[in-house]
């Protein structure tokens, strides 16, 4: 999986989530506070399932789930 | 040592010329021992707590760390001489020693916090069941040591880090029990975190006069939140306990309402002076209240009131849990039998509850507290379940738009607030239940009216007596609006480029305070209505 393709899928699990955000271009979901800790646990239980990967307490740090690049950076780590 | 005090007015001017006039290297170790001054005033005995803890605690990650660390080291050589399986064997040796080494400081630190704090509550609901001589047993009756949750919880916050990987052990003792005793953190909270504040003890900090002044002006706000308000209020809080068999539902409601507001008064503006305290000394503590009684439902205003304990909770309890292979079990079988909503709801709903549970636990060891945790937990859960539903209704109306309906989300907010506090605040549970009966069914305005005729309990009330009230609610509220309106821009920065304003307005606020604030009752650390935690 290319990285494009990670982040297509990751905008797609969010969009589920919370269909109101242009995910393409937000850069602050959890600092400005558009994700709140529901939200995170489910989005770590659908990226855990669809990418095969373990994401856990030490990966849960704003940086990496502030925007859907990032969060497709730390899928990208993680499975590598 | 109390905050609003002269003693420590000395004391704090004292540690403040020391800090800028004796060498920069010198800082950590002035207010560590200003901290242990601070501390010994307390109550010398109860240094015996905060000491053990902090040894174990410095001690154990150490250890925990040079276990791994020495096994990282010659872990290199290791797996080139010995076979995958082996190798893997020797690994988790290292790793289960290291979390050995942590759980055993764990249930130190939170042994002498069950002790102490609910060691009591728990014997006095076991023992009454074996009946006889058990249930006449006393109880252990310890004096909590100042700060003893916050000490406690910045403590397993840095061991959990510590065994995470997030940051390495302390190896110096004394920046460590700077960490642990720091005393504008140590009355009150906010709950330190140790990646946070400790690096900022490291740095020499240089006399920024500009930086010293901001702390004084956030040092005077937190006076007059509580002076004016905190301390003005009290005893209209305070009759609640005394005659609230005679409160007609009315009443209950202006009571709660005027506890919600020297609660929020006192507690942000004694955060507010430790928190100036701490600028002065170029030392900035994690904010712990973003307005709370804007907030729209009940799980924002979670995220804004106290937030260093929601931080905390979230952290250390909430994640490990929820991302728990258990968690996620349990989660993918209720999506397989009920679907996906119910799978991403339930789980964290029960979660929260627990959550909540513990929220109410820590305000205090007893069952008014622990139902006000569940209350809160179980409104939060029941509108994550009910959330789709009520989206339904407002997205065809539009309503998320309307200032009205910010408005009176904020104000239904507060009511939901002020009904799960009546449980914690009423004198027993019995009590509550009463409390809740009379504000739904017996509001007694005409009752309440006729109290003020003569013989009526508040027979010569004068509306006057309550004028630093209505001032300083104004002052409180006016200041939050501006500040939630324009939350990029705080009034700090505002004021900032309006000097003459500024002046004036901080001559005003002393004014007020000197003609206004109810002052001279001695204001001991330990009257702080969340000191003692």
Partial sequence: MTKEEIKEKVIEILGDINPDIDYTAETSLIDGGLLDSFDIVSLVGELNDAFDISITVVDLVPENFNSADAMAELVERLAG | MSLISLTFAIFFAAVLLLYYLLPRVTQPYLLLAASLVFYLWSGPKYIAYIAVSASVTY?????????????????AGLKSSLPPEEYKKKAAAAARKGRLIIGLALAVDLGILIVIKYLDFILGNILPLFGGAAAKLPGLRLVMPLGLSYFTFGAVGYLVDVSRGKYPAERNFARFALYMTYFPHII????????????????????????????????????????????????????????????????IWLRMTAW????????????????????????????????????????????RWHISLSDWLKDYVFYPMALSKR????????????????????????????????VGLWHGANWGEILFGVFNGVIIMTSTLLEPLFQKIRKPLKMDSLLIWRIFRSLRTFVVITLT???????????????????????????????????????????????????????????????????????????????????????????????????GLGYDASNFIYAGN
């Fill in chain 2, 421 to 519: 506090r009546v449980i914690s605040k009423a004198p027993g549970i019995p009590a509550a239940m009463s409390f809740y009966r009379k504000m739904f069914t017996s509001p007694g305005i005409g009752g309440f009216i006729s109290e003020f005729s003569e013989g009526g309990r508040f027979a010569g009330f004068n509306i006057l007596s309550y004028l630093p009230v209505f001032i300083g609610a104004a002052a409180l509220f006016a200041v939050s609006l501006t500040e939630e309106i324009n939350p990029s821009h705080s009034l700090r920065k505002l004021l900032s480029e309006r000097p003459v304003m500024r002046v004036s307005l901080e001559v005003l606020c002393v004014a007020v305070i000197v003609v206004f604030g109810t002052y």
């Fill in chain 2, 188 to 251: 009150q909270g906010p709950i330190p975190r140790f990646d946070k504040l400790a690096p900022q003890f490291s740095v020499p900090h240089s006399f920024d006069i500009d930086r010293i002044l901001d702390g004084f002006r956030l040092i005077l706000w937190g006076c007059f939140k509580i002076l004016m308000l905190s301390a003005s209020l009290a005893p209209a809080v305070r009759a609640m306990a005394d005659s609230h068999a005679s409160m007609g539902g009315l009443e």
């Fill in chain 2, 327 to 358: 968690f996620a079990r349990f989660s993918k079988y209720l999506k397989k039998k009920h679907g996906k909503f119910i799978a991403k709801t339930v789980p964290v709903g029960l979660l929260s509850i627990l959550l909540f549970t513990l």
């Fill in chain 2, 260 to 303: 919600g507001l020297q609660l929020y008064a006192d507690f942000s503006g004694g955060i507010d002076i430790v928190t100036g305290v701490s600028e002065c000394f170029g030392i900035r503590l994690e904010e712990n209240f973003r307005r709370p009684y804007f907030a729209t439902d009940l799980t924002d205003y979670w995220n």
């Fill in chain 2, 59 to 75: 001690a154990a990650a150490l250890l925990a760390g040079r276990t791994s660390s020495r096994f990282a080291a010659v872990s």
